[in-house]
Every structure is written in C-alpha cells, then in structure tokens.
C-alpha cells in the first residue's frame, strides 16, 4: 500500500514568509508525529497527534509553528515568519498506534520529508 | 535527562560484518528500534526490541539488554549499499521516541 507522501519536497523561501507543509499518513494510521532534522542529526521531535488532537507538542521551538490535522488524516505543519533557523529537513511518520498495543504497532514509518531552506 | 549515545561514525569492508553500539538512559521504555537512513532520504525502519535478546532479520540482527541500557546492531556481509547512518531511537514511559545523533557507516570495497 502507499506510504506516507509529504509535499512538498523541497520548499525555498525568504526571511519572513509563511510556509505550510503537508502530510498524508499511512491509512489507517491514526498517530502522526512532525520531527525536523539537521545534517548529522537525529531526527528532533515536534509535534504528535493521536487522531485530530495534538496529544504532546511540547516539541514546538515557539508560537510561529503550529500544526493541524482536522478530519485524523492528513496533516500541515504551518511556520510563520521563517527565520534562517527554520532550514531543516521537516519529517512527517505515521504509526498504527501511539503506544503498542501490540507489541511493535508503535513503529514509526516515515514520508521522504520536504526540505526547507529559508534565505 | 534523557540522552542517547551512538559513534558518529565507522568504516568497514565489503563483506565483513560491522556492530553498531547504543547506549542509553531514559525516562521508561517501551522499546528501541534502529532506524536506517541513506543521504537525502527518510530513516526506514529496520529492527523493533522490547526483550533482551537477539532479534536476526537476514544479514541484519538487533540486541538488546535492558539492564545494562544497551543495544547493538549487527550486519553481516556488508554490501556498498549499507553505506548509510543507522540511526538508535528509545520510546520512553510516553512512547515518544528519543532518537540518537546516528551513526555513519561508511563501507570500503
């Protein structure tokens, strides 16, 4: 079955400007998590949600990122007035569940990313 | 605090086999997984450990002991396309993942 897809895959712009970000989970999956990711880093952990509500975002660096995911399917992560900071690789996963129920129905599978450079 | 410790990076030969260790301290656990990642893509899941022991998947094996907070992942007959950064990931008492800075294996012919 399809994957997670993330649109788009490359995002560049100014200093300032509002950007949106878009995922679209596994089907079924009803957790979804926002990480960003620096060269030779681990991915960094964002923002989660468990259906349409963001069960944890205390991964959000400050009020310019929020995050939506209205009807429990696809998700947008919204930046306001980018900072250079900002560029990073924004990863999106999905999984069945949030906490396994199942042994291993926590793993997390991932969507290519959009790569955000902010000039 | 909660930390994750992995070497940034190893280089081994075509062929042989490589072990990447992690070590780590968290609040909980309720799994470590070990995540492969080639340059410019998305991690992929390779290996899920919630019991000690060795888990083999193929040329890839995971092991886990949670006493001593440590992991190692294990590849045998190491092939160019293995080049890539392994990256450890815990979930903790929450089930957030906590994710190591990864490793870098770098495979020589």
């Known amino acids: 079955g399809a994957g997670v897809s993330q649109t788009p895959s490359n995002k560049v712009t100014e200093k300032g400007k509002y950007v949106e970000l878009r995922c679209d989970p596994i089907?079924?999956?009803?957790?979804l998590y926002w990480y960003r990711q620096s060269l030779g880093q681990g991915p960094e952990f964002l923002i989660y949600f468990q259906g349409t509500g963001a069960a944890d975002d205390s991964g959000l660096p400050n009020d310019r990122f929020f995050a939506v995911r209205p009807e429990g399917s696809v998700s947008t992560l919204k930046i306001q007035r980018t900072e250079r900071g900002d560029s990073a690789v924004y990863l999106c996963?999905?999984?069945?569940?949030?906490?396994?129920?199942?042994?291993?129905?926590?793993?997390?599978?991932f969507g290519p990313g959009t790569r955000l450079l902010v000039l | 605090g909660q930390n994750i410790d992995q070497p940034t990076e190893m280089t081994a030969t075509e062929g042989a086999i490589v072990q990447i260790n992690c070590t780590y301290q968290t609040s909980g656990f309720n799994g470590l997984f070990w995540y492969q990642q080639h340059a410019g893509e998305a991690p992929t899941f390779l290996s899920y450990n919630v019991l000690d022991g060795l888990e083999e998947k193929g040329r890839f094996s995971s092991f886990l002991s949670r006493s001593k907070g440590y992991s190692y992942l294990l590849l045998k007959e190491l092939q160019m396309k293995d080049s890539a950064s392994y990256l450890c990931?815990?979930?903790?008492?929450?089930?957030?993942?906590?994710w190591g800075a990864g490793t870098k294996l770098i495979i020589k012919p």
């Open positions: 990931a815990v979930a903790d008492s929450n089930y957030q993942l906590i």
């Open positions: 089907s079924g999956h009803t957790a």
């Open positions: 996963a999905s999984s069945l569940w949030s906490s396994g129920r199942e042994e291993g129905e926590e793993t997390q599978y």
